[in-house]
T-cell receptor, first 113, second 109 residues
Framework: DGGITQSPKYLFRKEGQNVTLSCEQNLNHDAMYWYRQDPGQGLRLIYYSQIVNDFQKGDIAEGYSVSREKKESFPLTVTSAQKNPTAFYLC????????????FGQGTRLTVV | GESVGLHLPTLSVQEGDNSIINCAYSNSASDYFIWYKQESGKGPQFIIDIRSNMDKRQGQRVTVLLNKTVKHLSLQIAATQPGDSAVYFCAERRDKLVFGAGTILRVKS
C-alpha cells in the first residue's frame, strides 16, 4: 500500500544526545515536510524539501537538521542544540506545487529523559 | 501563522447540530487551502480542500468557505456526530504548507 511511514513511534533521548527520526514515503512525492507539535498546540514547520538534495528552513529550524539524499526519505535529526526537544513530530509529503493535499505519517513522540 | 505559546480554542456542540470552525490565514499569495482533522496521538487526516479561485466547496457533510478579502476560511460540519470530535486545522500552501492554530471540536451526546 502507498503511504508515509514514520519510525519509531516512541523515542527516548538522554540530554546531550542527537537522535534521528525516520520518514519514508512510497507515494512518489517530491515535497516532504517536518512539523513539531507541542501538547495542546498547532503544527510548526521545522524544515521542508521540494526536491531531492534541496531543503529549506521552516519557522523553527534551530537545533534540527535534515537531509534529502533520496526522494523517498527525509530523516530529521534532533541535535543537542535543541533545548526543548520533547514533542510530537510529524512528517508529511505532497506533490511539488499543484493543488493536492499533503499526507501525514502517524508521528513520533520524542521524550527527553 | 504561528501558534507558539497559544492553547487551542474549543468549540462545544450538541450532537446533531451544525458546527462552524473558523481560520484566519496569513499569506495573501496562498492559492490552495486544506482542512485537516487530527485525532489524539495521530497524524492529521485530509478533510477537504479549496483553490483560491473558488469561494465555496462542498463534500460529504462538510463545506469549506473561502473569503480572500479578509483572508478567512471556515469549515462547516453538518449534523455533527461524536466521531467528529477532534482537533481541526486549516493549512495554506504557496511554496510550503503552513498550518493555522487549530480548534478543538467537542461533541456532546
Amino acid at each position: 500500500d502507498g503511504g508515509i511511514t514514520q519510525s519509531p513511534k516512541y523515542l527516548f533521548r538522554k540530554e546531550g544526545q542527537n537522535v534521528t527520526l525516520s520518514c519514508e514515503q512510497n507515494l512518489n512525492h517530491d515535497a516532504m515536510y517536518w512539523y513539531r507539535q507541542d501538547p495542546g498546540q498547532g503544527l510548526r514547520l521545522i524544515y521542508y524539501s521540494q526536491i531531492v538534495n534541496d531543503f529549506q528552513k521552516g519557522d523553527i529550524a534551530e537545533g534540527y537538521s535534515v537531509s534529502r539524499e533520496k526522494k523517498e526519505s527525509f530523516p530529521l535529526t534532533v541535535t543537542s542544540a535543541q533545548k526543548n526537544p520533547t514533542a510530537f513530530y510529524l512528517c508529511a509529503s505532497s506533490t511539488q506545487g499543484g493543488d493536492t493535499e499533503a499526507f501525514f505519517g502517524q508521528g513520533t513522540r520524542l521524550t527527553v529523559v | 501563522g504561528e501558534s507558539v505559546g497559544l492553547h487551542l480554542p474549543t468549540l462545544s456542540v450538541q450532537e446533531g447540530d451544525n458546527s462552524i470552525i473558523n481560520c484566519a490565514y496569513s499569506n495573501s499569495a496562498s492559492d490552495y487551502f486544506i482542512w485537516y482533522k487530527q485525532e489524539s496521538g495521530k497524524g492529521p487526516q485530509f478533510i477537504i480542500d479549496i483553490r483560491s479561485n473558488m469561494d465555496k466547496r462542498q463534500g460529504q457533510r462538510v463545506t469549506v468557505l473561502l473569503n480572500k478579502t479578509v483572508k478567512h476560511l471556515s469549515l462547516q460540519i453538518a449534523a455533527t456526530q461524536p466521531g467528529d470530535s477532534a482537533v481541526y486545522f486549516c493549512a495554506e500552501r504557496r511554496d510550503k504548507l503552513v498550518f493555522g492554530a487549530g480548534t478543538i471540536l467537542r461533541v456532546k451526546s
